[in-house]
């Protein structure tokens, strides 16, 4: 029989919580027999939640508990000083099951600045990991596509992006199932030469790695089409990357919508056209890819968009089960050649 992988999700965080988490929640333990969920936050809450989403549908009741935070950090709290002063909110207590191996991982829709803050300092680091990034999936024209990072360091170095190629290689390889996944860095052109310090200290550092099939540069514009199965970028260019994609999509999106319904010949044209427009959008959906892991932790973190709504929760819960079942950090331990430097320095 499969082990159980329990999951700790912040009922309180996102814009639709906590009647979507929730609801998306209880969606992971029909579908997987593997899933349990402990939904973190105000037990009150919870429970009425439960009521308004269930639709009188059942579910194994023995696979989900709540667990009671009486407080919730807000989007615009400061994170750190949120993570110190608010020790009972969804996202500390949520993090601090991971901690303790209550629980093996922790989903959440909540503040992004809490949630790196919170990985780092309650779940911990793997020793030998210098930062953890922030690793969305998103889709591409040949299939998905891991930027890494997105959100998590803005000021990396060149010898944490080599570590951040690593984890995301092991990632794709053993999780979205890509085989000698395609590790490009971002750049503003093809050339070795070119680029700013970071990526020109970079690069040589990536082609001598021997544990990634790195394959140069990439443009953004080369991103959407499936030209790496990898993207390395340092944080902050990778968050404008993820920005640029999800708004494009989306106006582009609305504008297909306003351009169908414009006319009675271009209506007649979209209900010929649905079928296969309906398809090629759930190849997009980024939905669909669940949520974006904090790698390299000592327990799973996993960040859902503040809008996240049932389906991209439960596919979230899904990625967790994977990862444990793939025994990530485990392989991150055993093939990358990790390097304690707290020890390193001692002896020096």
Avoid: W
Wanted: net charge neutral.
């Amino acid at each position: 029989m499969s082990e159980i992988v329990n999951v700790a999700v912040d009922a309180m965080g996102g814009d639709n919580a906590p009647d979507e988490v929730v609801k998306g929640a209880l969606q992971a333990v029909r579908h997987n027999g593997q899933v349990k969920v402990t939904l973190v936050g105000r037990q009150d809450v919870i429970r009425e939640a439960m009521d308004r989403v269930g639709g009188g549908e059942p579910y194994p009741s023995d696979r989900v508990e709540i667990c009671h935070a009486s407080e919730v950090i807000e989007t615009a709290e400061p994170p750190v000083h949120a993570i110190q002063t608010k020790k009972d909110s969804s996202i500390v207590r949520g993090m601090m099951l991971v901690k303790e191996g209550k629980c093996d991982a922790f989903v959440t829709a909540g503040s992004s600045g809490a949630t790196l803050v919170g990985g780092q300092v309650l779940v911990g680091r793997i020793k030998g990991i210098e930062r953890p990034p922030l690793a969305p999936v998103m889709p591409t024209a040949k299939g998905p596509v891991l930027l890494i990072d997105c959100g998590a360091n803005v000021d990396a170095r060149a010898s944490q992006l080599v570590q951040f190629a690593q984890m995301g290689s092991i990632y794709m390889e053993n999780i979205v199932g890509v085989k000698k996944p395609r590790v490009a860095i971002l750049n503003i052109g093809a050339e070795e030469e070119k680029g700013n310090a970071l990526v020109k200290e970079t690069f040589p550092l990536l082609k001598e790695c021997d544990t990634i099939n790195f394959i140069g540069s990439i443009e953004a514009r080369d991103v959407p089409a499936g030209a790496a199965d990898v993207v390395v970028c340092e944080a902050f260019a990778g968050n404008v990357v993820l920005k640029m994609y999800e708004g494009v999509a989306a106006t582009l999106l609305g504008e297909i919508k306003s351009a169908m319904m414009s006319s009675l010949r271009s209506k007649i044209g979209a209900i010929l056209v649905k079928p296969a427009l309906k398809s090629m959008l759930k190849k997009f959906d980024i939905a669909t890819y669940g949520g974006a892991p904090l790698l390299g932790l000592n327990g799973l973190v996993v960040k859902n968009h503040g809008n996240a709504k049932a389906i991209e929760i439960e596919h979230a819960i899904e990625q967790c089960v994977a990862f444990k079942e793939q025994k990530i950090n485990e392989q991150f331990r055993t093939k990358m050649k990790l390097v304690d430097r707290t020890k390193a320095r001692a002896a020096q």
